[in-house]
């Protein structure tokens, strides 16, 4: 669904760059993720994005931990595809979401804080990745990401499992009101596996953009408030079309959490929530909600 938001007075910034708007990415490594990275001892689903949206998701499932698989057409300068599940508010169905997902624009749907999302798979690096994600009971529907196609609706049977063990990961990242770090592990040079937990009490996502070697969150954080100011950042100073966008571990609601795999090459990265806040409309990261880290 799309998160991207028009802030008065402040221009979109890093928000266009890094996974709310439709610019291109950039790839660490243009291969797809190595098979063996995928986690063992989950039921899988396997879906496909086609031009009239997500296929492959049966009707019915039953709840738990899932590796869904998810295969699709190459990122182009409108973005990357992938595959983006949600529970709806209660009254809203897939048809209006749509809908409102289309007349909304740039803004988010007005349902869309109000929405239970579970994380998904985007196919940012790749024409194919995975994602372990829980479906917990209820009606969910599957879709792509921006809401660009009607979504695919199914049930999610039964009694969650006890007990199911969390898939292994090399880096863990935590996201709460209005901070992101890296709370166990870190980013290696090649192929990670990365989850991201929401701790927090509002919708969060993880977004990876590199940014220029050596840039210091202080850097950043100085972009963000002359940006704020709506002056122009001077020249040699970090730009906003600075950070250009890698990865993206999309939406999950409070104390969900999901694993994907992401590539990195050497450098310097951002990694930020771009998420509205529902007051403001600002995005998380412009209210301190980013993190620069080093991968060597």
């Not at 266009?16 to 243009?30: I, K, P, W």
């Not at 809203?92 to 804080?113: C, I, K, M, R, S």
């Not at 917990?136 to 921006?146: F, H």
């Not at 100085?222 to 100011?229: A, G, K, R, T, V």
Request: aromatic letters at 6%; proline letters at 8%; hydrophobic letters at 40%.
């Amino acid at each position: 669904m799309k998160t991207r938001t028009r802030v008065t007075s402040i221009p979109l910034l890093l928000a266009a760059s890094v996974g709310l708007g439709r610019l291109g990415h950039v790839f660490a490594d243009e291969s797809t993720p190595e098979t063996n990275t995928m986690p063992a001892g989950y039921d899988e689903l396997d879906l496909k994005v086609e031009e009239s949206g997500v296929t492959g998701m049966p009707d019915s499932v039953t709840s738990g931990r899932y590796l869904v698989k998810v295969s699709g057409p190459e990122p182009t300068e409108m973005g990357a595809s992938g595959a983006i599940f949600l529970q709806l508010p209660e009254g809203v169905t897939p048809e209006q979401a749509y809908e409102d997902t289309q007349a909304a624009g740039d803004n988010p749907p007005p349902w869309f804080l109000d929405a239970h999302f579970g994380g998904g798979v985007s196919l940012d690096q790749g024409t194919e990745s995975w994602s372990v994600i829980d479906l917990t009971p209820g009606t969910w529907i599957v879709t792509t990401p921006y809401g660009t196609t009607l979504g695919v609706q199914f049930e999610a049977t039964g009694d969650m499992p006890a007990d199911i063990p969390a898939p292994e990961a090399n880096v863990n990242v935590e996201l709460m009101e209005m901070n992101i770090h890296v709370s166990d592990g870190a980013f290696i040079v090649g192929e990670n596996v990365v989850t991201a937990m929401n701790i927090g009490a509002t919708l969060h996502e993880l977004n990876i953009s590199k940014i220029p070697d050596g840039t210091t969150k202080e850097q950043v954080d100085q972009l963000f408030q002359i940006l704020m100011s709506g002056a122009t950042p001077a020249t040699g100073d970090i730009q906003e079309s600075d950070a250009v966008p890698v990865a993206t571990l999309p939406q999950i609601s409070s104390q969900v959490s999901a694993t994907s795999p992401v590539s990195l090459e050497a450098g310097t990265y951002l990694l930020a929530c771009w998420i509205p806040d529902p007051e403001t409309g600002m995005p998380h990261a412009m209210m301190g909600m980013y993190d620069v880290i080093e991968v060597k």
